[in-house]
């Protein structure tokens, strides 16, 4: 890089030597950032007066915690790192639930926040709040420059940090003063971190191990989670399965990894998953898991899961690998690379034909089906008929609780990175924000946002970001008047003592919608034409939310409950 440095700013002289706000903007230049997630602040007006001039494209959100969970959507859809600024004290802490849920979730982020002046750091100052301290358990990496002239190194190493290994979020506090302080800039230092040495390529004994192992299984079935998606190894899984036929079923946040309309596809697993992958994983003899850390959502009970079974964990994240499940074949490494080995070693096939034979038999005999109603709308229908007019290729957002698991069952994903849903923190209010974050990752792309009317009211001000920018984002709201999976719960575990569930009252989302400027209008079963409302709203190329009135008793099934086992589930149809 040359000495000298052509900035945006007006104010900018031809030199290396600059504000540390300055720096922040080069720096983000040069790491090809295409969108800023924030809201200003008196810790961070340095650094928003640099990006006056800067001519980068900044998003302003209407709650920081909009901002992280768009920045999230943008890096769960691009694969490139969400990044966000807020400021100090309440700013900062309005983080938290985001950078958890990425944490958690393993999205790439680097997140800047304000802090007070160096000076007054520790003293209670105005909007102080140690963020580090707070943030340490919740992020992969966190730091607070204390000089000028680290700034440029700081950010180079976040977000290699954010972006290697198992991705996620790397949080930079930045003290007021240093970003007023000038320095010499550069960014052409290697990273240098002795200490973090993430592993990709795997240990070829471990592959040969993984062969063998399938040679001899009978009852052979991969369990495939999000590391197969941020590796970008969906290709590579497509080819290994139809090479050795073994079955597939993929947790939440893996669907689209495997194409659901695939002959070797089980469908979901876990508490809301088919009864198909849910046996599958029970009585396997050999399960593989790529990508998956064992989540309970996952598992149900351990001291039933896969008893049966040689288990092999392959994950980027040595520390997940024996966490949860005792694991045989252990192979730490990047997805795609473990699955380019195994399709390379071509290994001899199991004699599997008899088990997926009986799997086949049992998604024929045992499908995902829901009770028709000549007087309610079904959210399940909903769903279908969504996935009908998106022709399966929409990117679909959610919130979390029954229409989350609705969006899972039955809109059938066949392609990676179409599903963005918060999975380990089950965050409500995801959905909205993180809708705005997929459409600026794909512009081309129909984001169709599935919300319960419980989440959307969490997040509800973000509408204001979609009518500002214009993105044709569709808002479906399927309400039922209730914290929907909370009233399920209490239907079936609390004799249905429904403790402060159900709402007593609701705005008129319809003329809230209008109120933002975007055209809504509500759905119910009794509307003449309802469905061509609904195809018309799904097909159009304008923001629009629909306030769709569903079915206020329906339950997610299958479900397993609480303390059971895969095989235990309830709500299947026989």
Request: glycine residues 10%; contains cysteine.
């Amino acid at each position: 890089m040359s000495t000298n440095v052509q900035l945006n700013s007006s104010t900018a002289k031809c030199t290396n030597t600059m504000s540390g706000s300055l720096m922040l903007i080069e720096a983000l230049k040069q790491e090809k950032v295409e969108v800023i997630f924030g809201y200003p602040g008196g810790a961070v007006l340095p650094i928003y007066d640099s990006l006056y001039d800067s001519g980068m494209n900044h998003v302003l959100t209407r709650h920081e915690q909009g901002g992280i969970h768009a920045a999230e959507g943008y890096a769960r859809i691009s694969g490139k790192p969400g990044v966000v600024i807020a400021t100090s004290g309440p700013g900062a802490t309005n983080l938290v639930t985001g950078l958890t849920d990425a944490m958690i979730d393993s999205l790439p982020l680097v997140v800047f926040t304000g802090q007070v002046a160096s000076s007054v750091i520790g003293s209670d100052a105005f909007q102080e709040a140690d963020i580090l301290g707070i943030t340490t358990p919740i992020t992969k990496h966190n730091y607070q420059v204390r000089e000028v002239s680290e700034l440029p190194r700081i950010i180079k190493e976040a977000f290699h940090i954010a972006t290697t290994g198992r991705p996620g979020p790397v949080l930079i506090d930045i003290p007021k003063d240093i970003a007023i302080f000038e320095g010499e800039f550069s960014y052409d230092m290697p990273v240098n971190l002795p200490g973090y040495q993430p592993t990709s390529e795997p240990n070829y004994l471990q592959i040969r191990k993984l062969v063998e192992a399938v040679s001899r299984a009978k009852k052979p079935v991969i369990l495939a989670g999000a590391g197969v998606l941020h590796a970008n190894g969906s290709e590579e899984l497509i080819k290994y399965v139809e090479q050795q036929q073994i079955p597939v079923a993929n947790t939440l946040l893996g669907l689209g990894g495997f194409p659901a309309d695939h002959s070797l596809f089980l469908g979901m697993a876990g508490m809301h998953g088919t009864y198909t992958a849910n046996m599958a994983l029970y009585d396997c003899d050999l399960l593989i898991s790529i990508g998956a850390r064992f989540d309970d959502r996952v598992t149900g009970n351990l001291e039933h899961f896969a008893k049966k079974a040689i288990v092999a964990h392959i994950d980027i994240d040595p520390a997940e690998i024996g966490k949860n499940v005792p694991t045989q074949i252990p192979i730490v490494g990047d997805a795609k690379l473990v699955l380019e080995q195994l399709i390379k070693q071509d290994g001899k096939q199991g004699d599997n034909k008899e088990w997926n034979e009986q799997l086949a038999n049992n998604k024929q005999e045992y499908p995902l089906v829901y009770n028709e109603s000549d007087t309610e709308l079904k959210p399940q229908n909903i769903l279908e008929l969504i996935h009908k007019w998106t022709k399966g290729e929409a990117i679909v957002t959610t919130d979390v609780g029954q229409h989350q698991m609705w969006a899972a069952q039955y809109y059938n994903f066949n392609n990676p990175n179409k599903w963005v849903t918060s999975g380990g923190l089950g965050t409500m209010g995801f959905g909205l924000p993180a809708a705005i974050g997929a459409q600026l990752a794909d512009r081309e792309s129909t984001v169709v946002a599935i919300l319960g009317d419980g989440g959307f009211q969490m997040t509800l001000q973000e509408l204001s970001v979609i009518h500002e920018l214009n993105l044709p984002i569709k808002v479906v709201i399927l309400n039922n008047g209730a914290l929907g999976m909370v009233r399920q719960w209490q239907e079936l575990f609390y004799e249905e003592r429904y403790s402060h569930s159900k709402f007593v009252s609701q705005p008129d989302f319809v003329k809230l919608s209008e109120a933002y400027g975007i055209k809504s209008a509500r759905i119910e079963k009794s509307d003449e034409g309802w469905e061509e409302k609904l195809k018309e709203a799904i097909t159009s190329n304008e923001p629009v939310l629909l306030d769709i009135h569903v079915c206020k008793n329906e339950n997610v099934y299958p479900m397993v409950a609480s303390g059971k086992g895969l095989h235990e589930m309830v709500g299947v149809k026989l």
